[in-house]
């Protein structure tokens, strides 16, 4: 059975960090791309970074460029997101994905259920 569980999320207030987790179980997590997406209170869910299954190659949309990291250990089927500098609009459920066929997770095999992050001051 497939599984993804985020944790990590919570409150934060603008400028802070926080940083997410997603373990990965019943799929060989090496041979898989991952990465982040979230939606926001009334958008379509986005993609937020991805990283190779080696870890050698990482994407990031435009707005969290130098804000957040991605990071991976195959060791542990776990993948991270660390969010620093946190804005309002940072505010949202965040998802971990599993892509078998593309770095940049274009069409995730996985989902995870989610981890509410919020933002305010």
């Known amino acids: 059975q497939v599984e993804l569980v985020e944790s990590g999320g919570g409150w934060a207030q603008p400028g802070g960090s926080l940083k997410l987790s997603c373990v990965a179980s019943?799929?060989?997590?090496?041979?898989?791309?991952m990465g982040w997406f979230r939606q926001g209170p009334g958008k379509e869910r986005e993609f937020v970074a991805s990283?190779?299954?080696?870890?050698?190659?990482?994407y990031y949309v435009d707005s969290v460029k130098g804000r957040f990291a991605i990071s991976r250990d195959n060791a542990k089927n776990m993948v991270f997101l660390e969010m620093n500098s946190l804005k309002l609009e940072d505010t949202a459920v965040y998802y971990c994905a599993a892509d078998r066929y593309t770095d940049t997770v274009n069409r995730p095999q996985y989902w995870g259920q989610g981890t509410q992050v919020t933002v305010s001051s």
């Open positions: 990283i190779s299954w080696e870890g050698g190659n990482k």
């Open positions: 019943g799929f060989t997590f090496s041979h898989y791309g």
